[in-house]
C-alpha cells in the first residue's frame, strides 16, 4: 500500500448530504436513518454497506453540484454486469427496474441474494451499536506480482472492521468457523494475514491518525455518529483481533482452535453458534 486516505475535504459535498437529508423523502435520509446499513467514508466519497455488500458508493460532482451514486445492476434487478449511475438518488438509465436509491426496502431485497454467510455473521457483530464502530472493508494491504498483465495480478487484502475503543482504533478480522484459512497442519493461512496487517498498521499509522481524525468529524458533521464519546487524541492498536464465527466445538476439543489461542491470545474471540453452549472467550 502506498498511502492510507480516508475522509471527505470537499465541505460543498458534506452541505448537498445534508440539504437532501432535509427531506424526508430522499435516498439519503432513508439511508441515514435505516439501522440495517453501515454508511462508510472514504477517500471523497461514502461507501454504503447492507450486510457486507456495498449498496451503492456515493461521490460529489463538482462541476454540476449534485450527489453521484454508483450501484451494481444485480442490486437494481438486472442481470447485467456494470454499474448504473445516479443524480441525487435517481437512477439515470431508463433500464432499471428500480428507478430510486429511496427505495431501500426493494435494493436490500436485491443484495440479500448476494450475501455471503461469512459476512452475514460478521455484520451482525459490526452493527452492535454498542460498538463505536466507525469503519468497514479497511484495505491495508495493495501486494502486486512481478510484471502484472491483468486486474487479478494485484492482491488486495482489506481487513473487515474497525473499532473506536476508548482512546484506540481497534481492528477486526472475521472468519467463519468452517474457513480453510484459519485450518492447517502445519502455519494458518490467517496467521501471515495477521502479520501483514500488524506491519501496515505501523508502517502507515500517521497516515491511520490523520485519515480517521477527518473521517469522525465527517461522521459528526453528517449527523452518522450519534451518542459516542469522542476523545481529542486516540492511538492505533497494532494488534488487530480475529474473531470466528459460528463455533460448535469446545476449544480443547479443536486442534485448530488451539492453535489460534496459542499464537493469538487473548486477541482471539469465538463466537457461538446459536443454541451451543460451550466453554469459550467471548466479549
Same mark, same amino acid.
Not at 33 to 50: H, W
Not at 204 to 217: A, F, P, T, W
Given at each position: 500500500?502506498?498511502?492510507?486516505?480516508?475522509?471527505?475535504?470537499?465541505?460543498?459535498?458534506?452541505?448537498?448530504?445534508?440539504?437532501?437529508?432535509?427531506? $424526508?423523502?430522499?435516498?439519503?435520509?432513508?439511508?441515514?436513518?435505516?439501522?440495517?446499513?453501515?454508511?462508510?467514508?472514504?477517500?471523497?466519497? !461514502?461507501?454504503?454497506?447492507?450486510?457486507?455488500?456495498?449498496?451503492?458508493?456515493?461521490?460529489?460532482?463538482?462541476? $454540476?453540484?449534485? &450527489?453521484?451514486?454508483?450501484?451494481?445492476?444485480?442490486?437494481?434487478? &438486472?442481470?447485467? =454486469?456494470?454499474?448504473?449511475?445516479?443524480?441525487?438518488?435517481?437512477?439515470?438509465?431508463?433500464?432499471?427496474?428500480?428507478?430510486?436509491?429511496?427505495?431501500?426496502?426493494?435494493?436490500?431485497?436485491?443484495?440479500?441474494?448476494?450475501?455471503?454467510?461469512?459476512?452475514?455473521?460478521?455484520?451482525?457483530?459490526?452493527?452492535?451499536?454498542?460498538?463505536?464502530?466507525?469503519?468497514?472493508?479497511?484495505?491495508?494491504?495493495?501486494?502486486?506480482?512481478?510484471?502484472?498483465?491483468?486486474?487479478?495480478?494485484?492482491? &488486495?487484502?482489506?481487513?473487515?472492521?474497525?473499532?473506536?475503543? $476508548?482512546?484506540? %482504533?481497534?481492528?477486526?478480522?472475521?472468519?467463519?468457523?468452517?474457513?480453510?484459512?484459519?485450518?492447517?497442519?502445519?502455519?494458518?493461512?490467517?496467521?501471515?494475514?495477521?502479520?501483514?496487517?500488524?506491519?501496515?498498521?505501523?508502517?502507515?499509522?500517521?497516515?491511520? !491518525?490523520?485519515?480517521?481524525?477527518?473521517?469522525?468529524?465527517?461522521?459528526?458533521?453528517?449527523?452518522?455518529?450519534?451518542?459516542?464519546?469522542?476523545?481529542? =487524541?486516540?492511538?492505533?492498536?497494532?494488534?488487530?483481533?480475529?474473531?470466528?464465527?459460528?463455533?460448535?466445538?469446545?476449544?480443547?476439543?479443536?486442534?485448530?482452535?488451539?492453535?489460534?489461542?496459542?499464537? %493469538?491470545?487473548?486477541?482471539?474471540? %469465538?463466537?457461538?453458534?446459536?443454541?451451543?453452549?460451550?466453554?469459550?472467550?467471548?466479549?
Amino acid at each position: 500500500m502506498s498511502i492510507f486516505k480516508r475522509g471527505i475535504h470537499n465541505q460543498q459535498f458534506l452541505d448537498a448530504l445534508n440539504t437532501l437529508y432535509s427531506d $424526508k423523502n430522499s435516498f439519503w435520509y432513508k439511508m441515514l436513518n435505516d439501522n440495517e446499513l453501515l454508511i462508510a467514508v472514504r477517500n471523497e466519497s !461514502l461507501n454504503v454497506y447492507y450486510n457486507g455488500q456495498s449498496l451503492c458508493k456515493l461521490s460529489f460532482n463538482q462541476r $454540476k453540484k449534485y &450527489i453521484k451514486g454508483e450501484t451494481h445492476k444485480k442490486y437494481l434487478s &438486472i442481470t447485467n =454486469k456494470g454499474y448504473f449511475t445516479s443524480h441525487n438518488g435517481v437512477i439515470l438509465n431508463k433500464k432499471s427496474i428500480i428507478k430510486n436509491l429511496a427505495e431501500i426496502d426493494s435494493i436490500k431485497k436485491n443484495v440479500k441474494k448476494h450475501i455471503g454467510k461469512e459476512k452475514f455473521e460478521s455484520y451482525k457483530q459490526i452493527m452492535n451499536r454498542d460498538k463505536c464502530v466507525i469503519d468497514v472493508e479497511i484495505t491495508l494491504i495493495k501486494d502486486k506480482v512481478p510484471n502484472p498483465k491483468k486486474r487479478s495480478d494485484y492482491k &488486495i487484502s482489506s481487513i473487515d472492521y474497525l473499532s473506536l475503543e $476508548k482512546n484506540k %482504533l481497534v481492528f477486526y478480522e472475521a472468519k467463519h468457523y468452517t474457513n480453510s484459512e484459519i485450518r492447517s497442519r502445519t502455519t494458518p493461512k490467517v496467521f501471515n494475514q495477521i502479520k501483514r496487517y500488524e506491519e501496515e498498521l505501523v508502517q502507515h499509522k500517521n497516515e491511520i !491518525l490523520d485519515s480517521y481524525k477527518l473521517v469522525l468529524q465527517n461522521l459528526i458533521d453528517l449527523n452518522i455518529l450519534k451518542n459516542q464519546f469522542i476523545p481529542s =487524541k486516540f492511538e492505533v492498536n497494532f494488534n488487530p483481533f480475529l474473531i470466528v464465527f459460528d463455533v460448535d466445538k469446545n476449544e480443547k476439543d479443536d486442534k485448530h482452535l488451539q492453535k489460534l489461542r496459542t499464537h %493469538l491470545g487473548e486477541r482471539l474471540i %469465538l463466537k457461538l453458534k446459536k443454541s451451543i453452549r460451550l466453554e469459550t472467550n467471548l466479549v
